[in-house]
């Protein structure tokens, strides 16, 4: 199984200030089909996980453009150019490649 | 985009059966988004992170499952595209089953619509 690994596991930020969450696999996560199913998930507090960003860097429908995702083959990164209270929650990087799909183990964004 | 209703929550022994339901609902033009849609189910332990279970490919591309190693031979991933329902069946049951279960629609392998998830607790 692919393993994800997210540093680091709490980001205490300033409203207003960027923050970003890094996501290691322990091998590539190219597909055959050329393609990098890197996706990243937020989850809210209470609530269920949404897909923020697919295929690395991929913004989801409404997922606002404070949110950025880059990265290639094993390293890849998810800025925010600006916290906002609403962001607040765990993010989860995840790893589509490959069955079985993998998450990392959350990333918990707390507001300083 | 789809929207999803898990049901079938309950407190099950350890060695216990369950079936939880996905039921689904949202279209296109050319008909119901579930029937081309491959489908997953992730699940979530309290206070800990996600996992995913399994997923169910669509008839068009065989309609075939893939299961994570903890739960292959125990749960059973089914769908009716009749009823726009995807189902999970659990059986022999284990008290580290004990999570919030998510239906989720599955796009370019990733997790796309989510339902608001069940909670399957296992205790004796």
């Known amino acids: 199984d692919i393993v994800m690994t997210q540093t680091p596991l709490s980001s205490p930020v300033t409203l207003g200030q960027p923050a970003s969450i890094s996501c290691r696999s322990s091998q590539s996560l190219v597909h055959s089909d050329g393609n990098t199913y890197l996706s990243w998930l937020q989850q809210r507090p209470g609530q269920p996980p949404r897909l923020l960003i697919y295929k690395i860097s991929n913004r989801f429908s409404g997922v606002p453009d404070r949110f950025s995702g880059s990265g290639a083959g094993t390293d890849f990164t998810l800025k925010i150019s600006r916290a906002e209270a609403e962001d607040v929650g765990v993010y989860y990087c995840m790893q589509g490649t490959q069955f079985p799909y993998t998450f990392g183990q959350g990333t918990k964004l707390e507001i300083k | 985009e789809v929207q999803l209703v898990e049901s079938g929550e309950d407190l099950v022994k350890p060695g216990g059966s369950l079936r939880l339901s996905c039921a689904a609902s949202g279209s296109t033009a050319s008909g119901s988004i579930f029937i081309d849609s491959w489908m997953n189910w992730v699940r979530q332990a309290p206070g800990k992170g996600l996992e995913w279970v399994g997923l169910?490919?669509?008839?068009?591309?065989?309609?075939?499952?893939d299961y994570a190693a903890p739960v292959k031979g125990r749960f059973t991933i089914s769908r009716d595209d009749s009823q726009n329902t995807l189902y999970l069946q659990m059986n022999s049951l284990k008290t580290e089953d004990t999570a919030v279960y998510y239906c989720?629609?599955?796009?370019?392998?990733?997790?796309?619509?989510w339902g608001q998830g069940i909670l399957v607790t296992v205790s004796s």
């Open positions: 169910i490919k669509n008839k068009k591309d065989g309609g075939t499952t």
């Open positions: 989720i629609t599955d796009w370019f392998y990733t997790l796309r619509d």
